[in-house]
Protein backbone atom coordinates (compact mmCIF):
# COMPACT_ATOMS: atom_id res chain seq x y z
CA UNK A 1 0.00 0.00 0.00
CA UNK A 2 1.33 3.19 -1.07
CA UNK A 3 2.13 6.15 1.54
CA UNK A 4 0.08 8.87 2.25
CA UNK A 5 1.74 11.31 0.60
CA UNK A 6 2.36 9.06 -2.25
CA UNK A 7 -1.43 8.73 -2.21
CA UNK A 8 -2.17 12.25 -2.83
CA UNK A 9 -0.27 12.60 -5.24
CA UNK A 10 -1.35 9.22 -7.42
CA UNK A 11 -5.24 10.66 -6.76
CA UNK A 12 -4.54 14.43 -6.60
CA UNK A 13 -6.98 14.71 -10.33
CA UNK A 14 -9.60 12.53 -8.79
CA UNK A 15 -9.36 14.77 -5.42
CA UNK A 16 -9.82 17.63 -7.28
CA UNK A 17 -12.27 17.17 -9.67
CA UNK A 18 -14.59 15.98 -5.87
CA UNK A 19 -13.43 19.28 -4.44
CA UNK A 20 -14.10 21.52 -7.87
CA UNK A 21 -18.08 20.34 -8.06
CA UNK A 22 -18.24 21.48 -4.31
CA UNK A 23 -16.19 24.58 -4.82
CA UNK A 24 -18.39 26.36 -7.74
CA UNK A 25 -20.81 26.07 -5.38
CA UNK A 26 -19.66 28.20 -2.34
CA UNK A 27 -20.02 31.66 -3.94
CA UNK A 28 -20.10 33.67 -7.65
CA UNK A 29 -16.20 34.46 -7.54
CA UNK A 30 -15.89 30.43 -7.79
CA UNK A 31 -18.64 29.77 -9.81
CA UNK A 32 -17.71 32.09 -12.44
CA UNK A 33 -13.53 31.30 -12.43
CA UNK A 34 -12.31 29.62 -15.14
CA UNK A 35 -11.46 25.83 -14.25
CA UNK A 36 -7.63 26.35 -14.58
CA UNK A 37 -7.99 29.24 -12.55
CA UNK A 38 -10.40 27.48 -9.50
CA UNK A 39 -8.55 23.55 -9.94
CA UNK A 40 -4.91 24.88 -10.48
CA UNK A 41 -4.65 26.22 -7.13
CA UNK A 42 -5.68 23.23 -5.17
CA UNK A 43 -3.66 20.76 -6.69
CA UNK A 44 -0.81 23.11 -6.32
CA UNK A 45 -1.85 23.03 -2.70
CA UNK A 46 -2.31 19.57 -2.29
CA UNK A 47 1.15 18.71 -3.93
CA UNK A 48 2.78 21.02 -1.45
CA UNK A 49 1.32 19.27 1.29
CA UNK A 50 2.88 16.22 0.17
CA UNK A 51 5.83 17.24 -0.26
CA UNK A 52 5.89 18.50 3.66
CA UNK A 53 4.72 15.33 4.43
CA UNK A 54 7.49 13.32 2.86
CA UNK A 55 10.03 15.47 4.35
CA UNK A 56 11.85 14.27 7.20
CA UNK A 57 9.84 15.54 10.80
CA UNK A 58 11.56 14.46 13.92
CA UNK A 59 9.34 14.38 17.47
CA UNK A 60 10.06 17.63 18.68
CA UNK A 61 9.32 19.63 15.09
CA UNK A 62 6.21 17.70 15.45
CA UNK A 63 5.10 18.65 18.64
CA UNK A 64 5.70 22.34 17.47
CA UNK A 65 4.40 22.28 14.74
CA UNK A 66 0.87 20.79 16.28
CA UNK A 67 1.18 23.58 18.86
CA UNK A 68 1.15 26.31 15.92
CA UNK A 69 5.28 27.13 15.93
CA UNK A 70 5.84 30.59 14.87
CA UNK A 71 7.05 30.72 11.21
CA UNK A 72 10.90 30.01 10.83
CA UNK A 73 12.90 32.91 8.94
CA UNK A 74 13.05 30.71 5.85
CA UNK A 75 8.80 29.89 5.29
CA UNK A 76 8.25 26.26 4.09
CA UNK A 77 6.75 24.94 1.15
CA UNK A 78 3.04 25.06 2.51
CA UNK A 79 3.78 28.71 3.51
CA UNK A 80 4.52 29.69 0.51
CA UNK A 81 2.25 27.94 -1.33
CA UNK A 82 -0.32 28.93 0.96
CA UNK A 83 0.47 32.96 0.39
CA UNK A 84 0.30 32.27 -3.53
CA UNK A 85 -2.67 31.06 -3.11
CA UNK A 86 -4.48 33.63 -0.76
CA UNK A 87 -3.31 36.40 -2.45
CA UNK A 88 -4.73 35.18 -6.11
CA UNK A 89 -7.77 33.94 -3.97
CA UNK A 90 -7.95 38.03 -2.93
CA UNK A 91 -7.52 39.41 -6.71
CA UNK A 92 -9.91 37.05 -8.31
CA UNK A 93 -12.74 37.87 -4.94
CA UNK A 94 -12.84 35.42 -3.26
CA UNK A 95 -14.49 36.15 0.37
CA UNK A 96 -12.87 34.97 3.56
CA UNK A 97 -15.41 32.41 4.11
CA UNK A 98 -15.06 31.23 0.79
CA UNK A 99 -11.52 30.61 0.77
CA UNK A 100 -11.74 28.56 4.09
CA UNK A 101 -14.11 26.16 2.86
CA UNK A 102 -11.61 25.15 -0.14
CA UNK A 103 -9.32 23.89 2.67
CA UNK A 104 -12.30 22.08 4.65
CA UNK A 105 -13.32 20.54 1.23
CA UNK A 106 -9.85 19.37 0.00
CA UNK A 107 -9.20 18.19 4.06
CA UNK A 108 -12.86 16.10 3.56
CA UNK A 109 -11.83 15.06 0.47
CA UNK A 110 -8.41 13.71 0.81
CA UNK A 111 -9.19 11.84 4.21
CA UNK A 112 -12.35 10.39 2.83
CA UNK A 113 -10.40 8.66 0.04
CA UNK A 114 -7.79 7.90 2.02
CA UNK A 115 -9.61 5.84 4.74
CA UNK A 116 -12.22 4.34 2.02
CA UNK A 117 -8.82 2.40 0.94
CA UNK A 118 -7.33 1.52 4.19
CA UNK A 119 -8.62 -1.85 5.55
CA UNK A 120 -7.52 -1.57 8.87
CA UNK A 121 -5.03 1.76 10.56
CA UNK A 122 -2.32 0.76 12.25
CA UNK A 123 -0.19 3.54 14.25
CA UNK A 124 1.84 4.60 10.68
CA UNK A 125 -1.13 5.44 9.23
CA UNK A 126 -2.53 7.09 12.36
CA UNK A 127 0.49 9.28 12.74
CA UNK A 128 0.45 10.15 8.77
CA UNK A 129 -3.42 11.07 8.70
CA UNK A 130 -2.32 13.47 11.88
CA UNK A 131 0.74 14.86 9.97
CA UNK A 132 -1.47 15.92 7.39
CA UNK A 133 -4.18 17.59 9.35
CA UNK A 134 -1.54 19.72 10.71
CA UNK A 135 0.04 20.36 7.04
CA UNK A 136 -3.80 21.46 6.23
CA UNK A 137 -4.17 23.44 9.14
CA UNK A 138 -0.57 25.42 8.10
CA UNK A 139 -1.61 26.40 4.75
CA UNK A 140 -5.05 27.38 6.30
CA UNK A 141 -3.37 29.65 8.54
CA UNK A 142 -1.10 31.34 5.93
CA UNK A 143 -3.49 31.86 3.69
CA UNK A 144 -6.32 33.59 6.36
CA UNK A 145 -3.18 35.67 7.97
CA UNK A 146 -2.07 36.85 4.74
CA UNK A 147 -5.80 37.25 3.48
CA UNK A 148 -6.88 39.26 6.58
CA UNK A 149 -3.61 41.62 6.55
CA UNK A 150 -4.51 42.30 3.04
CA UNK A 151 -8.01 42.87 3.80
CA UNK A 152 -6.90 45.29 6.73
CA UNK A 153 -4.77 47.05 5.13
CA UNK A 154 -7.22 47.69 2.15
CA UNK A 155 -9.76 49.04 4.77
CA UNK A 156 -7.09 51.60 6.73
CA UNK A 157 -6.25 52.69 3.01
CA UNK A 158 -9.64 53.45 2.34
CA UNK A 159 -10.54 54.99 5.77
CA UNK A 160 -7.30 57.32 5.46
CA UNK A 161 -8.38 58.41 1.49
CA UNK A 162 -11.99 59.27 3.10
CA UNK A 163 -10.92 61.47 6.06
CA UNK A 164 -8.14 63.19 3.52
CA UNK A 165 -10.58 63.99 0.87
CA UNK A 166 -12.96 65.08 3.63
CA UNK A 167 -10.44 67.68 4.66
CA UNK A 168 -11.22 70.10 2.04
CA UNK A 169 -14.88 70.57 2.12
CA UNK A 170 -14.44 70.72 5.46
CA UNK A 171 -12.17 73.64 5.43
CA UNK A 172 -14.09 75.16 3.09
CA UNK A 173 -17.33 75.28 5.51
CA UNK A 174 -15.35 76.48 7.93
CA UNK A 175 -13.73 79.37 6.13
CA UNK A 176 -17.08 80.54 4.96
CA UNK A 177 -18.46 80.52 8.50
CA UNK A 178 -15.30 82.46 9.53
CA UNK A 179 -15.94 85.31 6.68
CA UNK A 180 -19.51 85.52 8.09
CA UNK A 181 -18.32 86.14 11.67
CA UNK A 182 -16.26 89.04 10.25
CA UNK A 183 -19.15 90.67 8.55
CA UNK A 184 -21.39 93.31 10.77
CA UNK A 185 -24.46 92.12 8.68
CA UNK A 186 -25.35 89.50 10.96
CA UNK A 187 -27.94 89.67 13.83
CA UNK A 188 -27.45 87.68 17.23
CA UNK A 189 -29.35 84.46 16.21
CA UNK A 190 -27.46 84.45 12.77
CA UNK A 191 -24.32 85.23 14.82
CA UNK A 192 -24.89 82.60 17.18
CA UNK A 193 -25.73 79.86 14.50
CA UNK A 194 -22.38 80.62 12.68
CA UNK A 195 -20.42 80.48 15.48
CA UNK A 196 -21.81 77.03 15.98
CA UNK A 197 -20.76 76.16 12.63
CA UNK A 198 -17.05 77.57 13.01
CA UNK A 199 -17.23 75.37 16.32
CA UNK A 200 -18.53 72.32 14.88
CA UNK A 201 -16.36 72.17 12.39
CA UNK A 202 -13.45 72.62 14.10
CA UNK A 203 -14.26 69.57 16.06
CA UNK A 204 -14.85 67.72 13.37
CA UNK A 205 -11.82 68.60 11.86
CA UNK A 206 -10.11 67.22 15.13
CA UNK A 207 -11.87 64.06 13.83
CA UNK A 208 -10.78 63.80 10.76
CA UNK A 209 -6.73 64.68 12.09
CA UNK A 210 -7.41 61.55 14.83
CA UNK A 211 -8.47 59.09 11.83
CA UNK A 212 -6.01 60.00 9.41
CA UNK A 213 -3.02 59.63 12.55
CA UNK A 214 -4.92 56.49 13.26
CA UNK A 215 -4.93 54.46 9.74
CA UNK A 216 -1.02 55.98 9.17
CA UNK A 217 -0.05 54.15 12.90
CA UNK A 218 -1.75 50.74 11.64
CA UNK A 219 -0.18 50.59 8.13
CA UNK A 220 2.87 50.59 9.99
CA UNK A 221 4.42 54.42 9.30
CA UNK A 222 4.31 55.69 12.44
CA UNK A 223 3.62 59.56 13.52
CA UNK A 224 5.89 61.66 12.39
CA UNK A 225 7.83 63.89 14.73
CA UNK A 226 9.80 67.01 14.38
CA UNK A 227 11.01 67.85 17.13
CA UNK A 228 11.90 71.65 17.53
CA UNK A 229 13.06 73.49 20.91
CA UNK A 230 9.51 74.45 22.40
CA UNK A 231 8.41 76.06 25.37
CA UNK A 232 5.90 73.96 26.76
CA UNK A 233 4.19 75.97 29.48
CA UNK A 234 3.32 78.58 26.33
CA UNK A 235 2.28 75.83 24.20
CA UNK A 236 -0.38 74.59 26.71
CA UNK A 237 -1.71 78.20 27.34
CA UNK A 238 -2.54 78.20 23.89
CA UNK A 239 -4.23 75.69 23.61
CA UNK A 240 -6.42 75.86 26.57
CA UNK A 241 -7.02 79.16 25.28
CA UNK A 242 -8.26 77.23 22.24
CA UNK A 243 -10.20 75.30 24.55
CA UNK A 244 -12.50 78.01 25.79
CA UNK A 245 -13.24 79.35 23.02
CA UNK A 246 -14.72 75.84 21.54
CA UNK A 247 -16.07 75.20 25.03
CA UNK A 248 -17.46 78.73 26.46
CA UNK A 249 -19.71 76.87 28.51
CA UNK A 250 -16.57 75.07 29.92
CA UNK A 251 -14.40 76.04 32.81
CA UNK A 252 -10.35 75.35 32.68
CA UNK A 253 -7.77 76.06 35.13
CA UNK A 254 -4.19 76.14 33.79
CA UNK A 255 -1.19 75.89 36.53
CA UNK A 256 2.73 76.30 35.38
CA UNK A 257 5.49 78.09 37.51
CA UNK A 258 7.61 78.77 34.73
CA UNK A 259 8.63 77.64 30.92
CA UNK A 260 8.80 74.28 30.23
CA UNK A 261 11.32 73.94 27.68
CA UNK A 262 12.61 70.65 25.63
CA UNK A 263 12.85 69.58 22.14
CA UNK A 264 9.53 68.54 21.25
CA UNK A 265 7.22 68.53 18.27
CA UNK A 266 4.68 71.48 18.82
CA UNK A 267 2.17 70.89 16.74
CA UNK A 268 1.75 66.59 17.71
CA UNK A 269 1.77 68.08 21.42
CA UNK A 270 -0.98 70.57 20.71
CA UNK A 271 -2.93 67.06 19.90
CA UNK A 272 -2.12 65.52 23.22
CA UNK A 273 -3.07 68.91 25.17
CA UNK A 274 -6.03 68.84 23.14
CA UNK A 275 -7.73 65.89 23.07
CA UNK A 276 -6.74 64.89 27.35
CA UNK A 277 -8.76 68.71 28.14
CA UNK A 278 -11.45 67.45 25.41
CA UNK A 279 -11.84 64.47 27.13
CA UNK A 280 -11.79 66.23 30.42
CA UNK A 281 -14.68 68.80 29.40
CA UNK A 282 -16.67 65.32 27.47
CA UNK A 283 -16.35 63.15 30.81
CA UNK A 284 -16.38 65.51 33.54
CA UNK A 285 -18.79 66.93 36.16
CA UNK A 286 -20.55 69.73 34.41
CA UNK A 287 -19.85 72.70 36.63
CA UNK A 288 -16.97 71.60 38.02
CA UNK A 289 -13.16 72.74 36.04
CA UNK A 290 -11.34 70.73 33.90
CA UNK A 291 -7.42 71.60 35.64
CA UNK A 292 -4.50 71.68 33.38
CA UNK A 293 -1.20 70.75 35.74
CA UNK A 294 2.70 71.05 33.79
CA UNK A 295 5.92 71.00 35.93
CA UNK A 296 9.47 70.24 35.11
CA UNK A 297 11.86 68.33 37.05
CA UNK A 298 14.61 65.19 36.60
CA UNK A 299 14.96 65.77 32.97
CA UNK A 300 11.50 65.39 32.37
CA UNK A 301 8.12 67.45 31.99
CA UNK A 302 5.09 66.53 33.51
CA UNK A 303 1.53 67.25 32.17
CA UNK A 304 -1.42 66.64 33.63
CA UNK A 305 -5.23 66.80 33.09
CA UNK A 306 -8.02 66.31 36.37
CA UNK A 307 -11.47 66.19 36.05
CA UNK A 308 -14.14 65.37 38.40
CA UNK A 309 -17.06 63.08 37.71
CA UNK A 310 -17.80 59.79 37.76
CA UNK A 311 -14.66 57.41 37.67
CA UNK A 312 -13.42 55.25 34.88
CA UNK A 313 -14.87 51.46 35.36
CA UNK A 314 -11.74 49.35 36.19
CA UNK A 315 -12.24 46.89 33.49
CA UNK A 316 -12.02 49.90 31.18
CA UNK A 317 -8.70 51.05 32.38
CA UNK A 318 -6.81 48.00 30.38
CA UNK A 319 -8.48 48.58 27.13
CA UNK A 320 -8.60 52.70 27.49
CA UNK A 321 -5.62 53.32 25.29
CA UNK A 322 -6.25 50.95 22.32
CA UNK A 323 -8.24 52.30 19.25
CA UNK A 324 -11.81 51.87 19.21
CA UNK A 325 -12.59 51.38 22.71
CA UNK A 326 -14.82 53.35 24.83
CA UNK A 327 -14.00 53.46 28.46
CA UNK A 328 -17.48 54.82 29.41
CA UNK A 329 -20.95 53.71 28.26
CA UNK A 330 -23.16 55.05 25.73
CA UNK A 331 -25.49 56.56 28.30
CA UNK A 332 -22.01 58.36 30.25
CA UNK A 333 -20.43 59.47 26.83
CA UNK A 334 -21.44 63.80 26.61
CA UNK A 335 -21.93 65.92 23.98
CA UNK A 336 -18.56 66.69 22.54
CA UNK A 337 -17.51 63.37 22.89
CA UNK A 338 -16.94 61.69 19.33
CA UNK A 339 -17.42 58.27 19.93
CA UNK A 340 -14.84 56.83 17.42
CA UNK A 341 -12.28 56.11 20.78
CA UNK A 342 -9.36 57.56 19.02
CA UNK A 343 -8.39 60.98 20.98
CA UNK A 344 -6.76 58.72 23.92
CA UNK A 345 -5.09 56.09 21.44
CA UNK A 346 -3.54 59.40 19.50
CA UNK A 347 -2.22 60.67 22.81
CA UNK A 348 -0.63 57.08 23.58
CA UNK A 349 0.88 56.95 20.04
CA UNK A 350 2.29 60.86 20.19
CA UNK A 351 3.61 60.51 23.96
CA UNK A 352 5.30 57.20 22.78
CA UNK A 353 7.11 58.80 19.69
CA UNK A 354 8.85 61.52 22.15
CA UNK A 355 9.96 58.83 24.18
CA UNK A 356 7.37 59.66 26.45
CA UNK A 357 5.08 57.30 29.14
CA UNK A 358 1.07 58.54 29.53
CA UNK A 359 -0.83 57.18 32.41
CA UNK A 360 -4.26 57.52 34.12
CA UNK A 361 -5.49 57.19 37.75
CA UNK A 362 -9.47 57.56 38.44
CA UNK A 363 -11.13 57.25 41.50
CA UNK A 364 -14.61 58.38 42.82
CA UNK A 365 -13.45 60.50 45.49
CA UNK A 366 -10.00 62.37 43.91
CA UNK A 367 -11.77 62.61 40.06
CA UNK A 368 -9.63 61.46 37.10
CA UNK A 369 -6.57 62.45 35.97
CA UNK A 370 -4.39 61.72 33.07
CA UNK A 371 -0.48 62.06 33.21
CA UNK A 372 2.15 62.61 30.40
CA UNK A 373 5.13 62.25 30.88
CA UNK A 374 8.01 63.61 28.53
CA UNK A 375 11.85 63.52 28.44
CA UNK A 376 13.14 66.94 27.69
CA UNK A 377 15.68 66.06 25.38
Given at each position: ?????????????A?V?????????????????????????????????????????????????????????????????????????????????????E???L???????????????????????????E???????E??????????????????????????????????????L???????????????????????????N?????????????L?????T??????????????????????????????V?????????????????????????????????L????????????????????????????????????????????????????????????????????E??????????????
Open positions: MSTFPAFIIDNVDIDEWEAFARTTGPAAANLSVSGLRDHAKVVLQAVAADMGSYQNAVEQHQKSLGAPEPVQPGQVQRTSRLHAQHRFEQGFTLTEMVSYRARASVIRRWTAQLPTADEAQLAALTRFGAIDEGLTSIAWYSKRLEDSRNLLVGAFAHDLRSPLGAVRMSAEYLRTDKLRDGELRAVGRIVSSSMRMGRYVDLLDFTQTLLGAGPIVRGLDLAALCEDVVDEQRAAHPEAKIEFEATAPMGQWDAQRLSQVIGNLVSNGISHGEPGEPVTVRRAGAGEATLEVHNLGDPIAPAALGTLFQPLMQGRGEGERRRGASGLGLGLYIVREITVAHGGKVGVVSAATGTTFTVALPVA
